[in-house]
């Protein structure tokens, strides 16, 4: 064999070689997507450390439980309750995933959460819209999905698990992790910001993969429904001066 040969066959090799890592290692990216739901064991979390503004602006927003007022505003009028709220709901979440996004859709009135996996950066905050489930980046460190939220607005139903509120200062980091052989999904949940934490707060969900026959509902809001108000806080109302 000549030396020109022998060094296209060690290329050839060295391509094979690199394909068949290439190839394992896409193989061994795990695939989130399916049906996730929350079972009676499934949060941990631990009171959040938060400041005098993180105080009051909680007590503002918490959901009234007393003469049957249970609901916020954004439930009683069916606008996006966003993140972190859907994230803790009981209905099962929907994920979806592809090479350059993984979506996560809840049956409660929201809009999709859309995490991009393509190596984007976050857009320029002074051009982007706050939103109620923010800019999402993801990564993958080894097995583990590292998301990265920001863009994050006020509405909806902002409650953070553990005390405090999300608002436009407000930054997620989320780690994904599939456990027990990928029949739970942990997700550990990190919110910063010093407006309203004293340090960065932590906690985690445990989601059960649910049964292959599952499938999406649709849930219906009519906030023109009176029986809808009867379980909420009505906003306040500005008397007429006349």
């Known amino acids: ?52 503004e993180g105080k ?11 003469d049957g007022m249970i609901m916020t505003y954004a439930s009683r009028w069916c606008h996006p309750l966003g993140t972190p709220f859907i994230m803790g709901d009981s209905a099962p979440l929907d994920l979806i995933q592809s090479k350059k996004e993984l979506a996560i859709t809840a049956e409660v009135q929201s809009s999709a959460r859309h995490i991009y996996l393509d190596g984007r950066p976050h857009p320029d905050r002074d051009a982007f819209d706050p939103t109620t489930n923010g800019h999402s980046i993801g990564r993958w460190e080894g097995d583990v999905l590292v998301v990265d939220t920001v863009g994050f607005n006020d509405r909806g139903n902002p409650m ?57 509902l649709e849930y219906f809001c009519d906030s023109s429904d009176p029986e809808r108000a009867k379980t909420a806080e009505e906003p306040p109302q500005i008397q007429s001066k006349e």
Do not use: Q
């Not at 996730?36 to 949060?43: I, P």
């Not at 980091?173 to 932590?202: A, C, S």
């Open 1 to 52: 064999m000549t030396i020109r040969n022998k060094a296209m066959s060690c290329s050839l090799a060295l391509g094979l070689i690199a394909l068949g890592t290439v190839g394992i290692a896409g193989a061994a990216t795990p695939d989130l997507s399916g049906f996730w739901e929350l079972k009676h064991d499934s949060k941990k979390v631990t009171p959040a450390e938060v400041t005098a």
């Open 56 to 66: 009051r602006l909680a007590e503002a927003n918490r959901p009234k439980v007393e």
């Open 160 to 216: 953070v698990p553990g005390g405090g509120v999300r608002g436009e200062s407000s930054h997620l980091l989320e780690r994904y992790e599939l456990i027990d052989g990928g029949e739970r999904l942990k997700v550990t949940f990190t919110w910063t910001d010093p407006k309203i934490f004293v340090k960065p707060h932590t906690y985690s969900f445990t989601y059960y993969k649910a049964a292959p026959e599952t499938y999406a």
